[in-house]
């Protein structure tokens, strides 16, 4: 007679309350296709396409200057961002109180429907008044903590009330970057810690939340680049929560010797650590929300140059939807940093190559731009949005893939796909005695996941094999899972630890 006769089985079953995924270094993020092949890492970016966005500072006619400007570089914005403060209008009447709606207006009296870009607003909090509904007349930053207390709710609440009655498509970007000394919004300008900033953006969200507002999108955006680059000043710090983020933003610049250190930074240099790090951690596309660089020797170190690797290499980054380039001089100075692609100050709207004597720089962005891979639509949020996060290597995974059941019970396992570039089928293949069934077997790129649930019924113990097969053009992978049946399982649950 043998033990299982006489003791039954039994099976521990712990459950982590999250998943820790980190990012090794030299990890590729190409995925592994059949027979070891790579998978082509652009899979999202040749379906979904990267955005063709751009900063243009606004002027009179900011309807023409947007028509002049694809004109000019050959391709319509799918986005366009302006910078807008917290002072709204006193003297004007009902809602435009709180927005201003004359550039919105230039661009639907300038441009079809069928060509108006979505509009990104870099929101910020600077220079309330008692008038437009803060408590007081602010200066200069409104401190995040009066925010927090309220003291602007009525003009937070008349932009949203305003932004809800238009048309546009918007895409809110509140408080940018954060996570630096220059930031007049900065933490550390009032010795607070990054739990200030997370609550001040919930606290706004909450409002548009309140008032219904389903025409804005949220951009979280920080600076590729904490600085003070200290444990506590980290930008996932201020992350406020997947439930009140839309879009990662993020901006960086190669400043070359416009600013200390002076070093010339390439696109990987600034960018590539960091956005693959965000998509270790947050299921949420992505936004190169402003990226510029100054003009170096001209050889070496050449801005065209410069343009041509970066938007080569963009559409490598799977979660990556948008790359907004800012078209204007640093802070709107002419004295300072030169991140031009095309003149941008006339007050008529009209624009002009640049450099002057050969336009080598907006030659550099038209043909960088005109990869089909950059689109004039921006994707639906929905579609852009990953079903998880992704931190490189196989593009496909199977979670939980051991499972502890009873002999009749069933479980819940989750699949996942990101990356791919062609249409799938999914199979699942289940042991003997067991079955297990996909609500759908059809993923198109270039992502998807599905639940398959496994159940036994009766099933006698011990350990059994299966797995779910994917196939398409080029491509058939089996995903395993192994199912211990047990006479009975215990449940022990452990806490939440992130580390």
Same mark, same amino acid.
């Given at each position: 007679?043998?033990?299982?006769?006489?003791?039954?089985?039994?099976?521990?079953?712990?459950?982590?309350?999250?998943?820790?995924?980190?990012?090794?270094?030299?990890?590729?993020?190409?995925?592994?296709?059949?027979?070891?092949?790579?998978?082509?890492?652009?899979?999202?970016?040749?379906?979904?396409?990267?955005?063709?966005?751009?900063?243009?500072?606004?002027?009179?006619?900011?309807?023409?200057?947007?028509?002049?400007?694809?004109?000019?570089?050959? @391709?319509?914005?799918?986005?366009?961002?302006?910078?807008?403060?917290?002072?709204?209008?006193?003297?004007?009447?009902?809602?435009?109180?709180?927005?201003?709606?004359?550039?919105?207006?230039?661009?639907?009296?300038?441009?079809?429907?069928?060509?108006?870009?979505?509009?990104?607003?870099?929101?910020?909090?600077?220079?309330?008044?008692?008038?437009?509904?803060?408590?007081?007349?602010?200066?200069?930053?409104?401190?995040?903590?009066?925010?927090?207390?309220?003291?602007?709710?009525?003009?937070?609440?008349?932009?949203?009330?305003?932004? @809800?009655?238009?048309?546009?498509?918007?895409?809110?970007?509140?408080?940018?970057?954060?996570?630096?000394?220059?930031?007049?919004?900065?933490?550390?300008?009032?010795?607070?810690?990054?739990?200030?900033?997370?609550?001040?953006?919930?606290?706004?969200?909450?409002? /548009?939340?309140?008032?219904?507002?389903?025409?804005?999108?949220?951009?979280?955006?920080?600076?590729?680049?904490?600085?003070?680059?200290?444990?506590?000043?980290?930008?996932?710090?201020? $992350?406020?929560?997947?439930?009140?983020?839309?879009?990662?933003?993020?901006?960086?610049?190669?400043?070359?010797?416009?600013?200390?250190?002076?070093?010339?930074?390439?696109?990987?240099?600034?960018?590539?650590?960091?956005?693959?790090?965000?998509?270790?951690?947050?299921? @949420?596309?992505?936004?190169?929300?402003?990226?510029?660089?100054?003009?170096?020797?001209?050889?070496?170190?050449? @801005?065209?140059?410069?343009?041509?690797?970066?938007?080569?290499?963009?559409?490598?980054?799977?979660?990556?939807?948008?790359?907004?380039?800012?078209?204007?001089?640093?802070?709107?100075?002419?004295?300072?940093?030169?991140?031009?692609?095309?003149?941008?100050?006339?007050?008529?709207?009209?624009?002009?190559?640049?450099?002057?004597?050969?336009?080598?720089?907006?030659?550099? $962005?038209?043909?960088?731009?005109?990869?089909?891979?950059?689109?004039?639509?921006?994707? +639906?949020?929905?579609?852009?949005?990953?079903?998880?996060? /992704?931190?490189?290597?196989?593009? /496909?995974?199977? +979670?939980?893939?051991?499972?502890?059941?009873?002999?009749?019970?069933?479980?819940?396992?989750?699949?996942?796909?990101?990356?791919?570039?062609?249409?799938?089928?999914?199979?699942?293949?289940?042991?003997?005695?067991?079955?297990?069934?996909?609500?759908?077997?059809?993923?198109?790129?270039?992502?998807?996941?599905?639940?398959?649930?496994?159940?036994?019924?009766?099933?006698?113990?011990?350990?059994?094999?299966?797995?779910?097969?994917?196939?398409?053009?080029?491509?058939?992978?089996?995903?395993?899972?192994?199912?211990?049946?047990?006479?009975?399982? $215990?449940?022990?649950?452990?806490?939440?630890?992130?580390?």
């Amino acid at each position: 007679m043998g033990i299982r006769s006489v003791l039954p089985r039994i099976g521990v079953l712990g459950l982590l309350g999250a998943s820790i995924y980190t990012w090794r270094a030299g990890q590729a993020w190409e995925g592994l296709g059949p027979n070891g092949s790579t998978l082509n890492p652009s899979g999202p970016a040749q379906v979904l396409g990267l955005a063709h966005a751009i900063h243009l500072r606004p002027t009179l006619n900011y309807g023409q200057e947007i028509m002049d400007f694809s004109n000019l570089v050959g @391709k319509r914005p799918a986005v366009v961002m302006y910078f807008l403060d917290w002072q709204g209008d006193p003297n004007a009447s009902g809602l435009e109180r709180y927005f201003d709606p004359y550039l919105l207006n230039t661009i639907s009296n300038t441009l079809p429907v069928s060509a108006r870009p979505a509009i990104m607003l870099t929101w910020q909090p600077l220079h309330g008044r008692r008038a437009t509904g803060c408590a007081q007349d602010y200066p200069g930053a409104i401190p995040l903590l009066d925010i927090l207390d309220g003291k602007c709710d009525s003009y937070i609440q008349g932009f949203a009330q305003a932004l @809800k009655k238009r048309p546009e498509r918007f895409l809110l970007r509140f408080a940018h970057e954060m996570n630096i000394s220059d930031s007049p919004w900065w933490v550390g300008h009032i010795g607070a810690d990054p739990s200030l900033y997370v609550a001040v953006w919930r606290h706004v969200h909450r409002i /548009f939340e309140e008032e219904g507002v389903s025409n804005v999108e949220w951009v979280w955006s920080p600076n590729y680049a904490s600085n003070p680059p200290d444990p506590w000043n980290d930008l996932h710090a201020y $992350y406020p929560g997947d439930d009140v983020v839309d879009w990662i933003g993020l901006s960086g610049y190669n400043w070359y010797t416009t600013r200390p250190p002076g070093i010339w930074r390439t696109f990987p240099e600034l960018y590539d650590a960091v956005l693959k790090d965000l998509a270790c951690s947050y299921p @949420k596309p992505q936004i190169i929300a402003e990226i510029g660089s100054v003009e170096g020797d001209g050889a070496t170190f050449s @801005k065209a140059a410069w343009i041509r690797d970066a938007y080569s290499r963009a559409p490598s980054y799977p979660f990556l939807r948008v790359i907004q380039w800012f078209n204007d001089y640093a802070y709107a100075d002419p004295s300072s940093a030169d991140f031009r692609v095309t003149t941008s100050t006339a007050q008529d709207g009209s624009v002009q190559p640049l450099p002057p004597s050969s336009g080598a720089w907006t030659s550099a $962005y038209r043909d960088a731009i005109g990869d089909p891979v950059y689109t004039t639509t921006l994707p +639906a949020l929905s579609v852009a949005t990953p079903p998880s996060r /992704f931190c490189g290597g196989d593009p /496909f995974t199977l +979670a939980p893939n051991f499972l502890l059941l009873p002999r009749t019970g069933e479980a819940v396992v989750s699949i996942t796909g990101i990356g791919y570039t062609v249409s799938l089928t999914l199979t699942p293949m289940p042991p003997p005695g067991i079955s297990a069934t996909l609500p759908g077997n059809l993923w198109n790129p270039p992502w998807a996941a599905s639940s398959l649930r496994i159940q036994t019924a009766n099933t006698p113990s011990g350990s059994y094999t299966g797995g779910v097969r994917i196939q398409g053009p080029g491509l058939s992978r089996t995903l395993p899972f192994t199912v211990e049946v047990v006479d009975r399982v $215990y449940s022990i649950w452990i806490p939440r630890v992130r580390r």
